[in-house]
């Protein structure tokens, strides 16, 4: 296809209806920093492509690199080693694609700012921010409020951590399984998962499901809820010893 004597709209017209007629574009016009932030405009998916038609150094121009971010949060990990350290870059593709967080410098995965962004629309982008902000409870509890899978990306304190655990059952199935050992035993734990979950009793501890042993769901849900009552009374019990004696159920 010979479009060399095409002028710049026709060329931009062309492109339009198939984004590989860019190959048969005069090599000027490709390394016309204008005429590419133009095609960009134009461009409907698949933006990253362009830099196999495009010299690679226009991967570090700061104005291509936020046209493509502002279409796909995803071109950033087709964008230089410096600008994935450019705030206005970083943040609007964090914005657009919470995921890009991953190809962000590692300045920006330990920025609190950018991590509540990312996992307020992807819980699972905890995963991809630094060890910090794994264990930072502001970023650590939204995450889980939306998604409570999102408990397996967070410290290991959390997931022993009764409070941040209890949210992240109440929100979601599976959780269970990430549990810290020590809590595996607790009954209040047990039944918030089991309420969401009939098979949680599968990562319970040994002796919790040695109790459970046989019952059905519904059985094992009102053997817990009796096991609570019962420890609560008698630690009331406990505290007032002039009540009377403990309650066995």
């Known amino acids: 296809m010979d479009i ?19 190959k048969f574009v005069p090599n000027n016009l490709r390394k016309d920093k204008n005429f590419i932030l ?11 492509r362009i830099f196999s038609y495009i010299p ?15 279409k796909s949060g995803r071109t950033l990990e087709c ?36 991590a509540l962004i990312a996992v307020s629309k992807e819980p699972k982008t905890l995963g991809c921010v630094s060890d910090r902000l794994k264990d930072d409870d502001d970023v650590v509890l939204l995450a ?36 810290d050992d020590n809590l595996k035993s607790d009954k209040e734990i047990a039944l918030t998962a089991l309420k969401k979950d009939q098979l949680s009793y ?9 109790e459970l042993k046989g019952l059905d769901q519904n059985q094992r849900i009102k053997y817990l809820e009796s096991a609570i009552l019962k420890d609560k009374l008698n630690k009331e019990l406990d505290s007032n010893p002039t009540k009377n004696k403990k309650i066995k159920i």
């Open 4 to 22: 060399s004597d095409k002028t710049e709209e026709e060329h931009l017209k062309i492109i339009s209806k198939n984004f590989k007629n860019i």
């Open 56 to 70: 690679r150094y226009l991967n570090d121009d700061e104005d291509i690199g936020l046209a493509l971010v502002k």
């Open 79 to 114: 964008l230089s080693e410096r600008l994935c350290s450019n705030k206005e870059i970083v943040f609007t593709a964090v914005k657009e694609y919470a995921f890009s967080i991953l190809h962000a410098s590692k300045e920006f995965k330990d920025n609190k700012e950018l």
């Open 38 to 48: 133009k095609v960009i405009e134009n461009m409907n998916d698949s933006y990253g």
């Open 202 to 210: 599968l990562y319970f501890s040994k002796q919790l499901e040695k």
């Open 144 to 179: 889980i409020q939306k998604d409570g899978i999102a408990l397996s990306f967070a410290s290991k304190r959390f997931r022993s951590h009764k409070e941040f655990v209890l949210i992240a059952l109440n929100r979601s199935k599976h959780v269970m399984q990430y549990v």
